[in-house]
């Protein structure tokens, strides 16, 4: 492996705490942490952090907002309503209001069908009064 290929992995890294700690204020401490807890798929946060955060929320191109909205979609139709309650929150700090989540998941329920949709309301009730 070229030192490139160590420097590119760092910065996705660096790129990926930048992006999650601002999709996520007051949730994660200052610095490269360690999110791994010993058990099963831990390399699975690391993943997501250098490959979802650090490449994709970190691009340019679209703002967070945007994706914020894209991501919510993506989410409901794939009956990720785990990822969806996360979601909804980063939506928020994002700029979203509470009506244009709602309205997401109204318009998703023409294209994902009516249980996705019913399934993503109540996750998201979930994820606002929680």
Sequence with gaps: MSDKSGEE???L???????M???????????DIDLRDGRLGEDLVDIGLTSVWGALWGREGLAPRD??????????ALGAE???????????????????IAEVIYHSSG??????????RTAAREALEG
């Excluded at 785990?82 to 244009?100: A, P, Y």
């Design 9 to 11: 992995a760092t910065d």
């Design 111 to 120: 294209y994902t069908g009516f249980p996705r949709a019913v399934a993503a």
């Design 67 to 76: 994706r914020s909205l894209v991501t919510l979609g993506i989410l409901i």
């Design 21 to 31: 700690r601002a999709a996520l204020p007051g949730v994660f401490p200052e610095g």
């Design 82 to 100: 785990t990822e969806l309650k996360t979601h909804v929150r980063i939506g928020l700090t994002n700029g979203l209001t509470q009506d244009e």
């Design 13 to 19: 890294r660096a790129a990926g705490w930048r992006a």
